[in-house]
């Protein structure tokens, strides 16, 4: 089997895997996008945490609202996951070092670099469809504060699609617009992605064996608990590393459209978020962000198991 092909194998693997966790935890991330950039709005629902969210939107919108920019999300999250994994691999053997050759130090950092570099060059590619799939989960209704906001006035969403949102966006600011919250969003993915590709790889090297993980059980039930937990406890904890970045992002991307912008960069965006709240702000989403990790710990770990049944004869990073 060529190289070329076994590529495009991993690649399918890496969408795959993300595609089906992404698509059960649509819910939970729809959820944390409307209590982190509620702040952003100029109108519309506003709610009191995770819970009066989780109560009042299936209720105010329908169940069905709660998939609401799932499809923009997925159609940006395979390829963003396809690359994720694939290039990791081509950007480990770029970065990591033999670790007797140049220390533990830069062999460890190697794959934090890998990781980074990978989440970077994805985000790159699907940065318009991010920025949709914000857009079509933080509209519920009521206007924005934007030139084509008014419309969605007294309830009335200010998208009807993917193309819809793109265009009008377009019309409004240009392609900048749907740019937007770009740099913060790749600062943010690289701190995110070091440690969720770097730590979970270099625990497949010292933690795993270490806790009896690895050898012919490691594909056992029990196993597999284990290392979603492993990988649960390192995304939450790139997560909190990277969500002020989150925050700051995502509310830029809330700017297309307006008028008048809260913001015109990523300092005054912050600044202005922190006057407004704080830290809690800042972090605002975040608990319900740890619990949508669920889905990214599950995307590590069905890659994993979907390259062990399909494509057992190749290694996966950190091996």
């Not at 089906?20 to 629902?45: D, H, M, N, W, Y």
């Not at 159609?75 to 396809?82: E, G, H, I, W």
């Not at 990790?293 to 994993?304: E, N, R």
Request: glycine share 12%.
């Amino acid at each position: 089997m060529t190289d070329a092909v076994r590529f495009l194998q991993d690649l399918a693997l890496g969408g795959t895997s993300g595609v089906i966790a992404k698509t059960i935890c649509a819910p939970l991330e729809r959820i944390k996008i409307i209590l982190q950039v509620q702040a952003a709005t100029a109108s519309g629902p506003k709610y009191n945490g995770i819970l009066d969210a989780v109560v009042r939107v299936p209720r105010e919108q329908g169940v069905a609202s709660l998939w609401r920019g799932n499809l923009s999300n997925c159609l940006r999250y395979f390829p963003t996951q396809a690359m994720n994994f694939a290039f990791k691999e081509k950007y480990q053997k770029l970065f990591v070092r033999p670790k007797e050759e140049v220390g533990f130090a830069l062999w460890f950092a190697g794959f934090l670099a890998a990781g980074g570099a990978a989440g970077a060059t994805a985000l790159t590619v699907s940065y318009p469809l991010e920025f949709t799939y914000t857009r079509l989960a933080a509209d519920s209704g009521g206007g924005h504060g934007g030139a084509h906001g008014a419309a969605a006035a007294g309830g009335q969403r200010q998208y009807t699609g993917i193309v819809d949102c793109i265009t009008k966006t377009i019309k409004s600011d240009g392609i900048r617009g749907i740019y937007r919250g770009y740099m913060p969003s790749v600062a943010g993915i690289i701190v995110y992605r070091a440690g969720y590709f770097g730590l979970y790889d270099f625990s497949k090297l010292y933690v795993m064996p270490a806790l009896g993980m690895t050898g012919k059980d490691s594909h056992s039930l029990t196993n597999l608990f284990k290392k979603f937990l492993l990988a649960l406890g390192i995304d939450i904890f790139s997560a909190y590393c990277a969500y002020p970045l989150d925050t700051v992002r995502r509310s830029m991307m809330m700017q297309s459209g307006r008028k008048e912008k809260l913001y015109t960069n990523s300092f005054q965006c912050f600044s202005h978020i922190w006057k407004e709240g704080g830290i809690r702000l800042i972090y605002k989403g975040a608990g319900m962000n740890s619990i949508r990790a669920i889905g990214s710990a599950m995307v590590l770990i069905i890659y994993d198991e979907l390259k062990h049944i399909l494509l057992p004869n190749a290694k996966s990073g950190g091996h």
